[in-house]
């Protein structure tokens, strides 16, 4: 009789155990950054890569799955999609990683370029964000953006 209190015990605390076991999750990293586009949006050989500034101390930083205004540490959007209008012309969208007064982290933003031949050319950004890709796409083209824009040299 013993025996058999003892199996059933033991195969009760066995079953118990084996629940807990398969429904443990593992630890995820918390304390991670948010994360960047994996793969590359834009190829390393876009003549668009590289460090951008103005005369008037504008600095952008683009690099193959991110854009980033350096001078004043205002924004930076991790790449989702490049419409490439020519060689030397295209806009960047992509999700604010980093926000700004005026650009709230986790919305979606627009950087384009143009005229850029040898290391200058033309630069501007949205000016305002939007809640969706489709959204910054329709509203932010090469055509809408360049009502004013920076003349830029790369470093």
Excluded at 86 to 105: F, H, Q, R
Aim: aromatic share 10%; hydrophobic share 40%.
């Amino acid at each position: 009789m013993k025996n058999l209190k003892f199996s059933r015990l033991f195969a009760a605390v066995m079953f118990v155990a084996c629940l807990v076991l398969v429904g443990c999750k593992q630890p995820t990293d918390d304390n991670s950054a948010p994360a960047v586009v994996e793969s590359p949006v834009l190829s390393s050989s876009e003549a668009i890569v590289g460090t951008w500034t103005s005369e008037f101390g504008e600095k952008y930083i683009v690099t193959t799955n991110s854009v980033q205004e350096a001078a004043w540490m205002s924004w930076e959007m991790a790449i989702e999609e490049f419409d490439k209008i020519s060689e030397n012309a295209g806009v960047i969208y992509g999700k604010l990683i980093k926000d700004s007064d005026w650009t709230p982290a986790g919305t979606y933003y627009a950087f384009a370029y143009k005229d850029l031949v040898d290391n200058t050319c033309k630069i501007t950004s949205a000016t305002t964000s939007y809640e969706t890709l489709a959204e910054v796409k329709a509203a932010c083209t090469i055509e809408s953006m360049f009502t004013g824009h920076s003349e830029c040299t790369k470093q």
